[in-house]
């Protein structure tokens, strides 16, 4: 695997930020320059464990390690989903992938997230490099739009 690291700079207070980022309507809106339709089920909370799906029931499933709301969130992705049920050979399941987000104050003002990730050196690789920069945009339209 190899780390991805992307941030950005969110003229709005990390509150603001973070409930854009993890509201369940706001998600399916920042999420889908993942893939059209996406959206959670869970709670983003320590222990609690979360599916990322898309609407053909293709996604990821994660256990939230850390939570510290407004501050700083990791997960740990634990295994695939496949037309609704998890893949039983995921390679997550002997070595999961990790992601991380980082709430803290931008130089000018704001929010700075900060995002940190591994994903395998593959096709998907390529598709995280591409999309995050463009989801985070969107999160960033989303949370600077109403403060």
Request: hydrophobic letters at 40%; proline letters at 7%; aromatic letters at 12%.
């Amino acid at each position: 695997m190899k780390d991805l690291h992307f941030s950005i700079d969110i003229d709005a207070p990390a509150a603001r930020v973070w409930d854009c980022m993890f509201d369940p309507i706001a998600y399916r809106d920042w999420t889908r320059a993942f893939a059209e339709g996406s959206y959670y089920e869970g709670v983003w909370e320590a222990g609690r464990r979360l599916r990322f799906l898309d609407p053909q029931g293709f996604g990821m499933e994660a256990i939230v390690d850390d939570c510290q709301r407004h501050e700083r969130l990791s997960l740990r992705l634990v295994g695939e989903i496949k037309d609704g049920r998890p893949v039983p050979d995921s390679p997550l399941h002997q070595q999961p992938a990790r992601e991380s987000y980082a709430f803290g104050p931008a130089p000018g003002g704001g929010t700075r997230l900060a995002v940190a990730l591994q994903a395998w050196d593959d096709g998907f690789f390529t598709f995280l490099t591409d999309t995050w920069p463009v989801a985070l945009q969107r999160l960033k339209a989303l949370a600077e739009s109403t403060h």
